[in-house]
């Protein structure tokens, strides 16, 4: 049984707009950050020239994650940039030439499915393919582990109320979407793939649908309406019944995020790097909701620019939804590959928090069977907080969600984390 709720998801509101696509901005922020590493080191410098698609730099770490350049143009300066969890980042600043030159150019790759497991792990690396879902895992390491892979779940559940841009990619690129599973499969000898959705996802996939005919490997999978459903280990619970501790892995379950799938389709077909991707841009402050394609390092003052602005002066901006994003000081921050979706939201006084009144509801709800209100209880006292495992949260917001008394258990249970994390 998955442990959760049915949340009101409010997707509509971003799919009323057509899709766009925003090409003109005068500047390019690349931050130097990749998988918990924000202190990537770069030896270019101010007045270099960089080709669109150009390695800025790679990160220092096991992970060996690339961060490229978006578009072609000339350095401005190298310095601190707002990131998207509100902390100051190194970020190379490029002035658009509006010309994406490129140095290399490769032609369309014809079947996608010849390749081995080699070229597709070095393909990934070579190109800086990472995990679309926000958590931007290199994904050239999860397949790279020494482990046999003989199921894959692609997760198109969508579960973040407002965001819908994996939605958008399920309905505009269904034959590609496919290709790519099927590469994979053929490449990693996957037995088979459930693509995993709720009801909502399902409208206006026909086209979806229809490919899916000359896969017979590959099923759709209707998943329950109820929040977290999208967190990896329900999903492999849910379809395979697999009693995960850590990652699906340990039972030869590979998960995938839908939109992850499609930038494997653009690196195996086109060998170029992943640059950009389709961000919601939603909320009741946002005077035309939409889907955007964007270049990596667009700012979120240059979107809204393009698609008509703002209702109200007086706003919150919340990076990743509401239930497990961050909110953020300003609008001139940099849109990377960790963001699949900005709300933004008319301000409203925070409601008053009072005390805990022992309902229960937070422990009741937890999908990971943690106990947020003793966490905050305990959050700055080590000895208990081990024994009280924060760092089995998943960052839902269940807990905040349900709580009557309106306690922000949520951001207390990730400082407990940092507390438990530091040393001393």
């Given at each position: 049984?998955?442990?959760?709720?049915?949340?009101?998801?409010?997707?509509?509101?971003?799919?009323?707009?057509?899709?766009?696509?925003?090409?003109?901005?005068?500047?390019?922020?690349?931050?130097?950050?990749?998988?918990?590493?924000?202190?990537?080191?770069?030896d270019?410098?101010?007045?270099?020239?960089?080709?669109?698609?150009?390695?800025?730099?790679?990160?220092?770490?096991?992970y060996?994650?690339?961060?490229?350049?978006?578009?072609?143009?000339?350095?401005?300066?190298?310095?601190?940039?707002?990131?998207?969890?509100?902390?100051?980042?190194?970020?190379?600043?490029?002035?658009?030439?509006?010309?994406?030159?490129?140095?290399?150019?490769?032609?369309?790759?014809?079947?996608?499915?010849?390749?081995?497991?080699?070229?597709?792990?070095?393909?990934?690396?070579?190109?800086?393919?990472?995990?679309?879902?926000?958590?931007?895992?290199?994904?050239?390491?999860?397949?790279?582990?020494?482990?046999?892979?003989?199921?894959?779940?692609?997760?198109?559940?969508e579960?973040?109320?407002?965001?819908?841009?994996?939605?958008?990619?399920?309905?505009?690129?269904?034959?590609?979407?496919?290709?790519?599973?099927?590469?994979?499969?053929?490449?990693?000898?996957?037995?088979?793939?459930y693509?995993?959705?709720?009801?909502?996802?399902?409208?206006?996939?026909?086209?979806?649908?229809n490919?899916?005919g000359?896969?017979?490997?590959?099923?759709?999978?209707?998943?329950?309406?109820?929040?977290?459903?999208?967190?990896?280990?329900?999903?492999?619970?849910?379809?395979?019944?697999?009693?995960?501790?850590?990652?699906?892995?340990e039972?030869?379950?590979?998960?995938n995020?839908?939109?992850?799938?499609?930038?494997?389709?653009?690196?195996?077909?086109?060998?170029?790097?992943?640059?950009?991707?389709?961000?919601?841009?939603?909320?009741?402050?946002?005077?035309?909701?939409?889907?955007?394609y964007?270049?990596?390092?667009?700012?979120?003052?240059?979107v809204?620019?393009e698609?008509?602005?703002?209702?109200?002066?007086?706003?919150?901006?919340i990076?990743?939804?509401?239930?497990?994003?961050t909110?953020?000081?300003?609008?001139?921050?940099?849109l990377?590959?960790?963001?699949?979706?900005?709300?933004?939201?008319?301000?409203?006084?925070?409601?008053?928090?009072?005390?805990?009144?022992?309902?229960?509801?937070?422990?009741?709800?937890?999908?990971?069977?943690?106990?947020?209100?003793?966490?905050?209880?305990?959050?700055?006292?080590?000895n208990?907080?081990?024994?009280?495992?924060?760092?089995?949260?998943?960052?839902?917001?269940?807990?905040?969600?349900?709580?009557?008394?309106?306690?922000?258990?949520?951001d207390?249970?990730?400082?407990?984390?940092?507390?438990?994390?530091?040393?001393?």
């Amino acid at each position: 049984m998955i442990r959760g709720t049915k949340l009101t998801n409010n997707k509509n509101i971003s799919l009323r707009n057509k899709f766009i696509e925003i090409k003109d901005v005068d500047y390019i922020y690349i931050p130097l950050v990749t998988y918990k590493n924000k202190n990537v080191k770069c030896d270019l410098k101010v007045g270099d020239y960089l080709y669109k698609n150009q390695l800025i730099a790679t990160s220092n770490d096991k992970y060996e994650s690339k961060i490229f350049s978006s578009v072609s143009g000339t350095i401005k300066d190298i310095k601190p940039c707002l990131y998207i969890d509100n902390t100051m980042v190194n970020t190379v600043i490029i002035e658009n030439d509006y010309l994406d030159k490129e140095k290399i150019k490769k032609g369309a790759k014809k079947n996608i499915s010849k390749y081995t497991k080699e070229d597709i792990l070095k393909l990934m690396k070579d190109n800086g393919v990472v995990g679309m879902s926000g958590n931007i895992f290199p994904t050239h390491y999860k397949y790279g582990m020494d482990l046999k892979i003989n199921k894959l779940i692609v997760n198109a559940v969508e579960d973040e109320i407002y965001i819908t841009s994996d939605f958008t990619n399920l309905n505009d690129k269904p034959s590609e979407i496919l290709e790519a599973i099927d590469a994979l499969m053929s490449a990693f000898n996957i037995e088979e793939c459930y693509i995993a959705l709720k009801s909502f996802n399902k409208v206006g996939i026909d086209d979806f649908i229809n490919y899916m005919g000359t896969y017979p490997n590959i099923h759709i999978e209707e998943v329950p309406d109820k929040y977290p459903v999208g967190y990896e280990r329900n999903l492999a619970n849910y379809i395979y019944n697999a009693k995960i501790k850590k990652y699906p892995m340990e039972k030869s379950i590979m998960v995938n995020n839908i939109s992850t799938i499609y930038e494997i389709y653009r690196v195996l077909k086109y060998e170029k790097p992943v640059c950009g991707r389709i961000v919601t841009i939603s909320g009741n402050a946002v005077k035309n909701p939409t889907n955007v394609y964007i270049k990596y390092g667009t700012l979120l003052s240059d979107v809204l620019k393009e698609i008509g602005g703002l209702k109200y002066d007086d706003i919150n901006i919340i990076i990743n939804g509401p239930m497990m994003g961050t909110t953020v000081s300003s609008l001139d921050v940099m849109l990377t590959p960790k963001v699949t979706g900005v709300v933004i939201q008319k301000n409203v006084k925070d409601k008053k928090e009072y005390e805990c009144i022992n309902c229960g509801k937070c422990v009741n709800v937890c999908p990971v069977r943690l106990s947020p209100i003793q966490i905050k209880k305990y959050k700055n006292q080590k000895n208990i907080l081990k024994k009280l495992n924060p760092n089995k949260c998943i960052g839902c917001g269940l807990c905040s969600y349900i709580c009557p008394s309106n306690i922000k258990l949520r951001d207390d249970v990730l400082s407990a984390c940092e507390v438990l994390n530091n040393e001393d």
